[in-house]
Structure formats: structure tokens, C-alpha cells
């Protein structure tokens, strides 16, 4: 039985990150890293569209789930200390207008690069197409497929989002066998598939709003209409809220900044000061045409060719419609199409300061495999690679001198 100081289970963001961090911390322990694909990080390539939306400067304020825990590893570490770390290794960053970090180089490839080289640098040992299938707890620590040896075990295999890019669920089985409650799993950051009824002719068309959600939950950004019901980030960050296999109602506020009441005064006085003007065109200067076309629809028994034909009564349905425009929600896009995956490992199980288990001294989780989650803007990148440095710190200071 090959025999390690400190064993890690799945080679992408966080346990790259908890790699470099266990090395650092105690240079001379033996840190073996095992990975289920041929090269580590694959996931990392795809995240942000291919530049790798690595951090947010805000962070610190995101309303993550199981917030309190996730501040445990925040009050340690934050983005400062993130760019600080990705900075010793060569990286450098810059912030777009909405916070979003990004590499200077503007490609995910940096990423991995830094942080593969810095653990080959550092001397940790990588075997990639190893799978690990069983873990069993021994009087000195540790046994991975009763093939490898260690005193401290580091699980960092990730959650289910995205299996195209190595995310396969195998933690939480793990976890599972050694006591650890798993909360319910879902897509996250994921399509939003609805009612198309109101919608055919929208394919493609993109827009402002804020979207609520009936059962609780509300996000605001750019929509993009599809043939399945909604994308864009808004709809991508409202996913967190969806509850699978209850009924819900997705409502959009395209103009988020006038009340009812405000549309209602305007609208009618566009009618009265150009009567002639087609109906269809009434809602160009507010959103897409089609877009507007399709609030008529929704507004009105039929769009008649004037605004001069157009009730008061309708001004007001027009109105209300372009502050509720209502789609029954029939559920979210698979796992193939998420990004993050929510659920996972109950934090209640875990120590928020070390990540060390509360069950199973000696193992550590970090990164999707535990049951925190944020929305779109490299919430969830900043969460794996941070929580993934606090775990290696803290497992190599933990290893016996």
C-alpha cells in the first residue's frame, strides 16, 4: 500500500488550491493528489466562457448559501488574499465594472497553468485516471481503495454540474460512507425551462429585468429568451431558488425603475399625442420590439393597428404586463447545462473554521462538494479555490510532526 502524509481526491480549483496550500505549510510532508481524468483541471478551462471568472471583488457581501459557514473561510481568507495568492504564483488579475476578477491573459489556460506548475514545483505528487472508490478509516488515518495510505484525506472531487468536464457526484458517496449527511442535490446556475405560450417568437431576443420567483427568490440582469423558456444570468442566478418538482410562476419586471402607475401615465399620453402612431410600435422605446409585440399580445384581446384604438383600461394592462410579465415555470435544464451544483455535504458536519469533519477527524472537504453555493460572477470559483486553500493549510498543520 502506497503510503502519504496527505491524500486528496479530485484535482480541480479547490484541490489544486489545497495542494499548493498543504505544501506550503508544511514543505516536507508528503502530499499525493489523486485525479479521475487524464490532467487535472478540466472544469477550470470552461469557466467563464474560457477566461476563467476566477473571483469577485464583492465577495465578501455575496448572500452564498449557508452563509455563516462560508464566512467561516472568509474571515480568513478573502479576495485580497486570493489575488495575493495568485500573485505568488505568477498570476495576475483585473476586475471588470461589475467586480468580476479575470486573469490578465484573459484565458482559463493561465489559470491551471499556475497552479499545476506550482504543484509540480512544490513536489506534489499527481496521479491522474485514478478513481477513488472507497474510503476506509484505519487506526492511522486513512485508506483510498485499500491501495493508498494517509494520515490526513482531503475531499475536492466537486459536485454534479457540467459531467462533461469530469464532475461525475463520486464525493458525496464517499462522504455518505463515511457518516456524512448529503442535502438534497440540484442544478444550479442552469437554464429555466417554462411555459413557451407567450414566448414562441422570442428566440434569441435579449433584455433587462428583474425576475421573482412565486415560491421565494428574485434576481435581476440580462434574460435571453429561448425555445425552452429562459437564459442569461438573471435566469441562470433565479435557478438557486427553484424548488424541483414544485409548482412555480416566473415573473418579469422589464422596467424595474417605474411603478405601474408611472407606465400607465405615460403610455396613455404617447396615445394621445400621436393617435396614428402603428400599436405595435408603442413599446420600442422601452424594449426589444418583438419583446413589446408580445406584451400586446399578452396585454390585449387583439393589437389593433392604431394606438388611437387602444382603451384606457388596456393602457393599464399594457402597464401592468411590462411590470409582470408571467410564465408558468415547468422546471430548470439538466445537469449537463448547470454550472454549480447545489446541495451537497452538510456544513453542520464540518468544522467552518478548519473544514475539517466533525465526525471523521482527519478528513477535510472543500469546494461544490459541500453544501455552500452562490450565484453567477465568480461567486462559486472564489468559494472553491479559497475554501480549497484553508483545508490544505489546515490538514498539513494538523499532520504529526
Given at each position: 500500500?502506497?503510503?502519504?502524509?496527505?491524500?486528496?481526491?479530485?484535482?480541480?480549483?479547490?484541490?489544486?488550491?489545497?495542494?499548493?496550500?498543504?505544501?506550503?505549510?508544511?514543505?516536507?510532508?508528503?502530499?499525493?493528489?489523486?485525479?479521475?481524468?487524464?490532467?487535472?483541471?478540466?472544469?477550470?478551462?470552461?469557466?467563464?466562457?474560457?477566461?476563467?471568472?476566477?473571483?469577485?471583488?464583492?465577495?465578501?457581501?455575496?448572500?452564498?448559501?449557508?452563509?455563516?459557514?462560508?464566512?467561516?473561510?472568509?474571515?480568513?481568507?478573502?479576495?485580497?488574499?486570493?489575488?495575493?495568492?495568485?500573485?505568488?504564483?505568477?498570476?495576475?488579475?483585473?476586475?471588470?465594472?461589475?467586480?468580476?476578477?479575470?486573469?490578465?491573459?484573459?484565458?482559463?489556460?493561465?489559470?491551471?497553468?499556475?497552479?499545476?506548475?506550482?504543484?509540480?514545483?512544490?513536489?506534489?505528487?499527481?496521479?491522474?485516471?485514478?478513481?477513488?472508490?472507497?474510503?476506509?478509516?484505519?487506526?492511522?488515518?486513512?485508506?483510498?481503495?485499500?491501495?493508498?495510505?494517509?494520515?490526513?484525506?482531503?475531499?475536492?472531487?466537486?459536485?454534479?454540474?457540467?459531467?462533461?468536464?469530469?464532475?461525475?457526484?463520486?464525493?458525496?458517496?464517499?462522504?455518505?460512507?463515511?457518516?456524512?449527511?448529503?442535502?438534497?442535490?440540484?442544478?444550479?446556475?442552469?437554464?429555466?425551462?417554462?411555459?413557451?405560450?407567450?414566448?414562441?417568437?422570442?428566440?434569441?431576443?435579449?433584455?433587462?429585468?428583474?425576475?421573482?420567483?412565486?415560491?421565494?427568490?428574485?434576481?435581476?440582469?440580462?434574460?435571453?429568451?429561448?425555445?425552452?423558456?429562459?437564459?442569461?444570468?438573471?435566469?441562470?442566478?433565479?435557478?438557486r431558488f427553484v424548488i424541483p418538482d414544485r409548482k412555480a410562476t416566473v415573473t418579469?419586471?422589464?422596467?424595474?425603475?417605474?411603478?405601474?402607475?408611472?407606465?400607465?401615465?405615460?403610455?396613455?399620453?404617447?396615445?394621445r399625442s400621436d393617435p396614428a402612431l402603428p400599436a405595435e410600435n408603442l413599446l420600442?422605446?422601452?424594449?426589444?420590439?418583438?419583446?413589446?409585440?408580445?406584451?400586446?399580445?399578452?396585454?390585449?384581446?387583439?393589437?389593433?393597428?392604431?394606438?388611437?384604438?387602444?382603451?384606457?383600461?388596456?393602457?393599464?394592462?399594457?402597464?401592468?404586463?411590462?411590470?409582470?410579465?408571467?410564465?408558468?415555470?415547468?422546471?430548470?435544464?439538466?445537469?449537463?447545462?448547470?454550472?454549480?451544483?447545489?446541495?451537497?455535504?452538510?456544513?453542520?458536519?464540518?468544522?467552518?473554521?478548519?473544514?475539517?469533519?466533525?465526525?471523521?477527524?482527519?478528513?477535510?472537504?472543500?469546494?461544490?462538494?459541500?453544501?455552500?453555493?452562490?450565484?453567477?460572477?465568480?461567486?462559486?470559483?472564489?468559494?472553491?479555490?479559497?475554501?480549497?486553500?484553508?483545508?490544505?493549510?489546515?490538514?498539513?498543520?494538523?499532520?504529526?510532526?
Amino acid at each position: 500500500m502506497k503510503r502519504t502524509d496527505l491524500l486528496l481526491i479530485g484535482g480541480g480549483a479547490s484541490g489544486l488550491c489545497a495542494a499548493v496550500a498543504a505544501k506550503r505549510a508544511r514543505p516536507g510532508a508528503s502530499v499525493l493528489l489523486l485525479e479521475h481524468l487524464p490532467r487535472v483541471g478540466k472544469k477550470i478551462l470552461a469557466t467563464g466562457n474560457g477566461r476563467c471568472n476566477l473571483g469577485n471583488l464583492h465577495a465578501g457581501e455575496h448572500p452564498y448559501k449557508n452563509r455563516a459557514f462560508a464566512h467561516g473561510v472568509f474571515a480568513q481568507l478573502g479576495t485580497d488574499e486570493l489575488l495575493a495568492f495568485f500573485r505568488s504564483l505568477g498570476l495576475y488579475t483585473r476586475a471588470d465594472s461589475e467586480g468580476r476578477l479575470y486573469p490578465l491573459s484573459n484565458t482559463a489556460a493561465s489559470v491551471l497553468d499556475a497552479l499545476r506548475l506550482a504543484c509540480a514545483r512544490l513536489g506534489v505528487e499527481t496521479l491522474c485516471e485514478t478513481r477513488a472508490e472507497s474510503i476506509r478509516k484505519t487506526n492511522g488515518g486513512f485508506a483510498v481503495n485499500d491501495r493508498f495510505a494517509a494520515e490526513k484525506l482531503i475531499v475536492c472531487c466537486g459536485g454534479c454540474a457540467a459531467p462533461a468536464q469530469g464532475s461525475d457526484g463520486s464525493g458525496f458517496a464517499l462522504l455518505r460512507s463515511l457518516g456524512h449527511e448529503i442535502t438534497p442535490l440540484k442544478p444550479s446556475l442552469v437554464q429555466l425551462t417554462t411555459d413557451t405560450t407567450k414566448i414562441r417568437a422570442l428566440k434569441g431576443v435579449r433584455a433587462a429585468a428583474k425576475l421573482t420567483l412565486s415560491t421565494g427568490g428574485e434576481a435581476a440582469g440580462e434574460v435571453l429568451f429561448t425555445d425552452y423558456g429562459l437564459s442569461g444570468i438573471a435566469a441562470m442566478d433565479l435557478s438557486r431558488f427553484v424548488i424541483p418538482d414544485r409548482k412555480a410562476t416566473v415573473t418579469l419586471d422589464f422596467l424595474p425603475d417605474f411603478s405601474a402607475q408611472e407606465l400607465t401615465k405615460i403610455l396613455g399620453a404617447l396615445c394621445r399625442s400621436d393617435p396614428a402612431l402603428p400599436a405595435e410600435n408603442l413599446l420600442t422605446g422601452f424594449v426589444p420590439k418583438a419583446l413589446g409585440l408580445a406584451v400586446l399580445k399578452a396585454s390585449l384581446p387583439a393589437v389593433p393597428q392604431q394606438v388611437s384604438a387602444i382603451q384606457p383600461n388596456e393602457i393599464q394592462n399594457i402597464a401592468a404586463a411590462l411590470k409582470g410579465f408571467a410564465l408558468p415555470l415547468t422546471g430548470t435544464k439538466s445537469w449537463r447545462d448547470a454550472q454549480v451544483t447545489a446541495g451537497g455535504a452538510s456544513v453542520k458536519q464540518f468544522d467552518r473554521r478548519t473544514l475539517e469533519s466533525r465526525l471523521c477527524p482527519g478528513l477535510y472537504a472543500c469546494g461544490e462538494v459541500l453544501d455552500v453555493d452562490g450565484g453567477c460572477g465568480g461567486f462559486n470559483l472564489e468559494w472553491a479555490f479559497l475554501s480549497g486553500l484553508v483545508a490544505g493549510r489546515s490538514a498539513a498543520e494538523a499532520l504529526s510532526e
